[in-house]
């Protein structure tokens, strides 16, 4: 029997799992079917501003090629919308009036932007018509209207102050729009950065050509008029601030309408087991930004601290691969193997990146006690625990702040801005859990004038690519195989596939061996 498998959802996330599950379709042991309700099969969305800032094309972004999947055999419908799940009768009820049937279903829904309750923006919350004039940039259509806003050197108002924000607003300012980021709290990302580093963030953008208007309350939107263009956002003071093109960075929210509808478990995202598997439903599973993993026993220790979806593409690429083994051995009737598959693995701590030319910031963890706050440094430190510390540096003339916030010399906490070098061993750091240097200065060093020397104490293991999750030993090694491009380390490791901003590391590793080789 071949097992009949449904993809809802064509974005990134899937586009994994159906490369991943070719080998089954081609062999014959699955049937495999993608319902994409965009009419592009899956490309990178994560470039999306770049796209919109002209940084590169449509074609550099595709992850899927529909015509060589259809000549695979897999069942691509692009432009077409899941409206409902028929789990009785194992079928998926669809735009265009067909009902595919299915044995293992797979939610790829992903997320859809938060739209802010504005005067003048009042979209249908299950299908979002923004006005002319604004966008919400999740998407190619989204990243055209910026483009043209862009290329005509027009006014862009990003409304929200978080990292998605910050990036779109400073490659707009740097291809020639007039850009102002506004946002509601003393500094931007305010609900990640202390107020230190916010400062000098906020700084730091402004020297880059980004106005930021803080402490913000929008209200509505103003339209030349009605049907027409976009021509300012109101505030709460009675202000305004004038431009051609509003782009909302709000956030986003996982689309979860179609599994609850359908009776499934959700709670920020689609509920799922440690298999991926929806609550209490073994033919349904969900990935990727619209997955939530949190599994029903209330006696497990990992779910305790679980968090809702991640809301980054790595994460749900680790899940379509690992999803790809366990369907691919339930097909060929390997039941004791599937449930023998070791677990996913656990996903390094968040951090925060702003990924944008000329300007470096890195946050992580808690950063929000400050090196005389009595109060927050005891906080926890019992039975035996260590009390926190911190270390701080600012040089506010020279765009440079640094917070290191540990305990027992482990990092819980760093903000790095302006400090590349020093930023990308705190992450090292933070990510490995290991001891900080006693000398907290000598990190401070990494950025100085004397860092030739520093910079040889790079961990060779250390992960270089977050979203594809690849170590710089799998870099090197692809380097050494005869990989000598950043597009040839892609193509063999997927490391640099997702945002990007490993390029220059991986470009670092490729010269540092053909160095080592001339040497
Ligand atoms: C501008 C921007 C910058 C970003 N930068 C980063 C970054 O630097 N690093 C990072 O890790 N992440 C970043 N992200 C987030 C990243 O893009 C997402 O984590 C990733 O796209 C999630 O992939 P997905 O496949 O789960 O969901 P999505 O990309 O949302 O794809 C889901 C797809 O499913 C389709 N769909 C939904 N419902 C239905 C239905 N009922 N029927 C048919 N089709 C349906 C949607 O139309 C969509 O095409 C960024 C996102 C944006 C927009």
């Not at 963890?365 to 005389?372: F, I, K, L, N, Q």
Request: hydrophobic share 45%; glycine share 12%.
């Amino acid at each position: 029997m071949t097992e009949r498998i449904v993809v809802v959802g064509f974005g990134p996330v899937a586009a994994r799992l159906i490369d991943e599950l070719l080998p089954a379709v081609r062999s014959g042991i699955a049937h495999l079917t993608v319902i994409g309700e965009e009419s592009e099969a899956a490309y990178n969305r994560v470039l999306v501003a770049d796209l919109g800032v002209g940084r590169t094309t449509p074609a550099a972004l595709a992850l899927a090629d529909a015509a060589a999947l259809v000549a695979d055999g897999v069942d691509v419908r692009l432009g077409v919308r899941v409206r409902r799940v028929d789990r009785a009768r194992q079928r998926v009820l669809l735009s265009d009036g067909t009902s595919p049937g299915y044995d293992r279903l797979v939610f790829a829904t992903g997320s859809r932007p938060v739209i802010p309750n504005l005067t003048g923006l009042n979209p249908d919350p299950a299908a979002p018509v923004l006005p002319p004039g604004v966008t919400a940039l999740r998407d190619l259509r989204d990243a055209a209207v910026l483009h043209s806003a862009v290329a005509g050197g027009k006014r862009v108002v990003v409304l929200g102050g978080g990292v998605l924000g910050l990036e779109t607003a400073l490659a707009a300012a740097e291809e020639g729009a007039t850009v102002t980021v506004v946002h509601n709290g003393p500094h931007p990302l305010g609900r990640n950065i202390d107020r230190g580093g916010g400062s000098v963030l906020a700084a730091s953008l402004r020297k880059c050509g980004v106005r930021v208007a803080g402490n913000a309350r929008s209200v509505g939107v103003e339209h030349n008029a009605p049907d027409s263009g976009f021509s300012a956002l109101l505030l709460d003071d009675g202000s305004a601030i004038d431009g051609d093109l509003l782009v909302l960075s709000c956030g986003v929210r996982p689309r979860t309408e179609l599994a609850e509808g359908c009776g499934l478990s959700t709670a920020a995202g689609i509920l799922v087991d440690h298999k991926l598997r929806a609550h209490h439903e073994p033919h349904i599973f969900a990935i990727g930004d619209c997955a939530e993993v949190r599994c029903p026993e209330p006696e497990c220790v990992q779910c305790r601290t679980a968090r809702g979806p991640s809301g980054l593409v790595g994460p749900g690429w680790r899940q379509a691969e690992w999803l790809a083994d366990y369907l691919t051995l339930l097909a060929s009737g390997a039941f004791a193997e599937a449930e023998a598959l070791p677990p996913l693995p656990a996903e390094l701590p968040g951090v925060i990146v702003l990924k944008a030319r000329g300007m470096n910031m890195a946050v992580a963890g808690d950063v929000s006690a400050d090196p005389w706050d009595e109060e927050a440094l005891t906080a926890g430190a019992v039975n035996g625990r260590a009390r926190l510390q911190i270390a701080q540096w600012a040089d506010p003339e020279h765009g440079r702040y640094v917070k290191m916030t540990t305990r027992a010399g482990v990092l819980e906490g760093l903000v790095s801005v302006g400090m590349p070098r020093t930023s990308a061993e705190l992450v090292q750091l933070f990510e490995r859990g290991a001891e900080l240097p006693a000398d907290r200065s000598l990190l401070l060093r990494l950025d100085g004038p004397d860092h030739a020397a520093a910079a040889g104490s790079v961990d060779p293991s250390r992960t270089v690519c977050r979203c594809a999750g690849v170590s710089g030993t799998a870099i090197a090694s692809a380097v050494t195989e005869g990989c000598g491009t950043v597009p040839e380390v892609s193509a063999a490791t997927r490391a640099g596939t997702g945002c990007g901003g490993c390029h220059d590391d991986i470009k670092g590793i490729i010269e540092a061996h053909f160095q080592g080789a001339v040497a």
